[in-house]
């Protein structure tokens, strides 16, 4: 069974930064590509990041690109994302994907 669990949200100003994390199992996470989607309140979820499993090469939502950085850990199964720069846009529910499955999110606030 995939699990998916995110972690690592919480409140922040405005140009502060966050680094989440994504644990998972059931899957070979070292070959898979993983990604990171988020849903802000009232708005449809939005692809945020992808990391490819040969060569790690990355992709960004444009929104996001040269603030955030999506990583894996591959001896602990772990995704992670370095948020930095934070803004209020930036607010949203995040998960982290795996092809279909998108496992529970964690709570990013960017607030004055």
């Known amino acids: 069974e995939v699990q998916l669990q995110a972690s690592g949200g919480g ?4 140009g502060e930064s ?23 309140p009232g708005k ?3 692809w ?11 992709i960004y939502a444009s929104s996001v690109k040269g603030r ?6 591959t001896a602990l199964n772990t995704l992670y994302l370095q948020m930095n720069s934070l803004k209020p846009e930036d607010t949203a529910v995040y998960y ?15 607030s004055s």
């Open 68 to 73: 955030f950085t999506i990583s894996r850990d």
């Open 11 to 14: 409140l922040v100003q405005p």
């Open 96 to 110: 982290c994907a795996q092809g279909t499955n998108r496992g529970q999110g964690t709570l990013v606030t960017v």
């Open 48 to 58: 945020v990041a992808t990391l490819y499993a040969n060569g790690d090469r990355t």
């Open 18 to 40: 966050l680094r989440l994390s994504c644990a998972t199992s059931g899957f070979p996470f070292r070959t898979s590509v993983m990604s990171w989607v988020r849903q802000a």
């Open 44 to 46: 449809e979820q939005e």
